[in-house]
């Protein structure tokens, strides 16, 4: 057991006298299909060896008592008075909130969490948070929600508290990771394929940028806003459904005198991006991974000018990795205005590729970023306690 899951362990055994169960929630990252998952694309995620523990027993009363150890920090609230609060009580809180919006009968409990993801980072901490709890209270009392409708519920519980109108990508890799594999999921359907990620001679590196602009939740409602209008006005003129029924750009000429130029970038961007990670699952099965890491590269143009949520620091990350021969595809991941950029980097060549960027970034924004060699892993799951 690593040193995290046993101090997450070792600090409830401090605070509460009862037997917890325990599970680990991992973060994600997500190889292409970036601002997709709520425009009814297609996105590639997969779960990863960095996440939350979380120490969890019922206490037979109404409280539940948190301990974020990240944070150092302690909540306690009656079951019946959970409310939006701020900071990472929103996320556990609005998660215990959903299933009681579902009539779930679920008590009080004692939980310890923490983990290694580190915040703002783009592998998505939040979805792990709520993951990690709902899974933990689902198996508890014995609720029985499937894996899908455990990520749909986390979803409602970010749109909720925190107030962050995400699509579905994140939590759904939370809960149905697999090792070895990404995800292809149809944010529309639902419908999911597992690729096995076959990166023969190489390795998945992020470089978190190590800055999180503090506009970032907005400014993500915003985007999502703005493909909402695009959208509304197409369908004005054209029988589509969604953006994946919008065959190429040119489609999109018949209606855009009706969009402010930048709900017409961002319609552009999203029509784009779901073509591009169709063809990247097609690359992927056929194991060209430099074509593959081409529309990785395309990805991010396409974030940083039309869709605007890239920032100075991601788009110097990933002009670095455009120079560096071993470095076959790069981009922001997530959210964007800040956080890591993904890159797929010859093995070979990973060493001497995070040297030199992390010394030019640093001299360039005087921050020292961190990087990161990630592998896939299994989705939410229950973790034997041993000694
Ligand atoms: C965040 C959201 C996801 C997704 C990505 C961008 O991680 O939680 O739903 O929209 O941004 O692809």
Redesign the pocket.
Known sequence: MNTIAQSVLKSFSEIFSSQPYFFYSPGRI?LIG??V??NDGFVMPAAIDKGVYYAVAKNQTDNIHFYASDFDEHFSVNINAVKSDDGWRNYVLSVVNEFLKLGKNIGGFDCVFGGDIPRGSGM?SSAAVEGGLAFAINEMYNIGLSRVDLALLCQRAEHGFPNVK??I??QFANMNGKKDHVILLDCKSLDYQYFPLLLKGYKIVLLNSKVHHSLASGEYNIRRQRCEEGLGIIKKHMPVQSFRDIKNIEALAIAKNEMSPKVYDCCRFVVEEIARTQKAAQLLQQNDIPAFGKLMFETHEGLSKLYEVSCEELDFLVEQAHNFPAVIGSRLM??GFGGCTINIVAEDGIDSFIEDASREYQQQFNIVPEAYIVETADGTNTLAITP
């Open positions: 997500n970036e601002h998952d709520y998505s995400c699509g990508m994140d997530g959210g």
